[in-house]
């Protein structure tokens, strides 16, 4: 299987910056989209950006100009730069991955989750 683990959350002040990290581990063979998404107190996970293979970007339009979504294939690690964050911006944020991994028998698609980390836009 194919495990995620994030870093990088934090407290920060309103207009500050963090950098989120999120590494893949395991036996894998390939990793495609990769993404991150945030779940507020009382409201549903939602997309946040999102990369494929290739490097094609996609954003809420929440974040547009202010999140960078980038990835190291070689590192299989994919990073989110926050900018001018907003106390909205305040979330548990998760990592997202698919792609496949080695098993005896040949290649098994996988779906990955990370376990969350906290980010609180605060002053």
């Known amino acids: 299987q194919v495990q995620l683990v994030e870093s990088g959350g934090g407290l920060v002040q309103p207009g500050g910056s963090l950098r989120l990290s999120c590494a893949a581990s395991?036996?894998?063979?390939?990793?495609?989209?990769m993404g991150w998404y945030r779940q507020a107190p009382g409201k549903q996970r939602e997309l946040v950006a999102a990369?494929?293979?290739?490097?094609?970007?996609n954003y809420a339009d929440s974040v547009k100009g202010r999140f960078t979504i980038s990835r190291d294939n070689a590192k299989n690690t994919v990073y989110l730069q926050m900018n001018s964050l907003k106390p909205e911006d305040t979330a548990v944020y998760y990592c997202?991955?698919?792609?496949?991994?080695?098993?005896?028998?040949?290649?098994?698609?996988?779906?990955?989750w990370g376990q969350g980390t906290q980010v609180t836009v605060s002053s």
């Open positions: 997202n991955a698919d792609g496949y991994y080695s098993e005896y028998v040949g290649p098994e698609y996988f779906e990955s």
């Open positions: 395991g036996t894998i063979v390939s990793i495609g989209a």
């Open positions: 990369i494929t293979s290739g490097s094609s970007t």
